[in-house]
């Protein structure tokens, strides 16, 4: 499988979400961030705006949760018609029961780590998920540059998936654009999330072909 590029919508203009969404209908997935101001000091959107979104997109949506207590609220996103959820490692109180009821909806599942947070204590996740999404930047905000310390731990991460014999794909999220997404990838990255490099682009479009040709090459 190649490298799949999905954009995140917290770059796009909340006003004109409909028509932001079809500018990306060449990508992979839309990256939607719901953050709730107290897992991150960010507030954005949620349940009732990502079930419009579902049925306004033409490609799938990846949701990204940066929200306390995702045992209560995440499955209400794959219920919602989201085809990926992820959630935070750190705020989850049972990762394997929460995994296993958003596969059991229908979606992808997925489990995140902020830039500081360890992926060895979540190894034992991996068979349980889909995806595990390592934070290249500190959550809740676009724009911001990425960390490249969290390279090493990508690198980690897709040893421990290739040891298990695991289809587990590793998402990056965070600063990603035409200056990171190489090493990004070379440390063992399949998906990549990108806000700021996207809809920031004079060609957006384009720009999705640019990044996913970086990616693969
Ligand atoms: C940050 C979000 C990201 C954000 C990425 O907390 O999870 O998805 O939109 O934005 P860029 O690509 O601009 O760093
Ligand atoms: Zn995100």
Do not use: C
């Not at 917290?10 to 992979?28: K, M, Q, T, V």
């Amino acid at each position: 499988m190649g490298a799949l590029i999905n954009p995140s919508i917290l770059s796009a203009d909340f006003a004109n979400l409909e028509r932001d969404l079809g500018a990306i209908a060449g990508a992979d997935y839309a990256h939607v961030d719901v953050m709730d101001n107290h897992f991150v000091p960010n507030l954005t959107i949620g349940l009732p705006v990502v079930e419009r979104l579902v049925k306004a997109s033409r490609i799938p949506l990846d949701v990204h949760l940066m929200i306390e207590d995702p045992d209560r609220w995440a499955p209400g996103y794959a219920e919602a018609g989201a085809a990926s959820v992820t959630f935070h490692a750190e705020a989850a109180r049972a990762p394997v029961r929460l995994a296993r009821e958003l596969r059991l909806l229908g979606a992808r599942a997925g489990v995140a780590l902020r830039p500081a947070t360890p992926v060895e204590p979540f190894l034992d996740l991996l068979s349980e998920v889909d995806m595990v999404l390592v934070m290249t930047v500190e959550p809740g905000f676009g724009g911001q540059s990425f960390i490249e310390g969290t390279l090493p731990k990508i690198r980690r991460a897709r040893e421990a998936i290739g040891a298990a014999d695991l289809d587990v794909w590793l998402q990056v999220d965070g600063g990603v654009s035409r200056t990171t997404i190489e090493r990004a990838a070379d440390a063992g990255a399949n998906v990549f999330v990108a806000g700021s490099a996207v809809y920031g682009a004079d060609d957006v479009a384009a720009e999705i072909g640019v990044l996913r040709a970086m990616a693969d090459a």
